[in-house]
């Protein structure tokens, strides 16, 4: 029986993972498969910061789909970019509020995504005052990204562009301390 297994092992191929282009061509790991088949699918899930190599992306995680094989070249796409549940669970304090979104969005080019965001206040707000900032945070985002391509959401997002506008927008009801992505899934 262990004699199988190590044969099933020692038949599988190494392919390397790539990232998409709009964060370099440099290999971020290798998966072991029978097959391209097999790889063809596969979401990894990687710590940003090795893509990105930048500190501030060390709490923020994305999902990477394999959507093309070459050879033992395994090309990927991103399915899903969220923050770790530490880092958002060390922004709320107490005597804050939190406010949670989830838009359902299309870019300009008809493709959809869902987008969270996360708003922490600097003192305790009423309800009425929570509708207000996640009407208005839904209402500038949907503007926003109806005229943008996804791959420009996405640098926006991890630049925090995305976040400081949005955080402009919102003074006028109450005064926000963090606006901070939770996940954009596509």
């Known amino acids: 029986m262990a004699e199988k297994k190590a044969e099933k092992w020692k038949n599988k191929v190494w392919f390397n993972v790539y990232p998409p282009k709009m964060f370099g061509e440099s290999n971020i790991g290798e998966i072991p498969a029978n097959d391209e088949k097999n790889v ?5 899930k990687v710590n940003m910061s090795w893509i990105t190599h930048k500190p501030e992306h060390s709490f923020v995680v994305i999902g990477l789909r394999v959507n093309n094989v070459n050879g033992e ?33 299309k870019d300009k080019n008809d ?20 509708a207000g900032i996640r009407t208005a945070i839904s209402e500038f985002v949907r503007d926003y990204t109806s005229s943008k391509g996804i791959e420009e959401i996405m640098g926006d997002i991890l630049e925090g562009k995305l976040q400081d506008q949005t955080m402009a927008k919102l003074d006028h009801i109450a005064p926000i301390s963090k606006l901070e992505l939770k996940k954009i899934e596509l």
Do not use: C
């Not at 899903?80 to 979104?101: D, G, W």
């Not at 922490?120 to 309800?127: E, P, Q, R, S, W």
């Open 40 to 44: 063809m699918g596969r979401v990894i």
């Open 73 to 105: 070249r395994a090309n990927t796409e991103i399915n899903y970019i969220e923050q770790t549940y530490s880092y958002i669970h060390s922004l709320v304090k107490r005597h804050s509020s939190v406010v949670y979104t989830m838009d359902r969005l």
């Open 111 to 130: 493709r959809s995504f869902v987008l969270k965001l996360i708003a922490v206040t600097v003192d305790k707000i009423t309800t009425p005052k929570k």
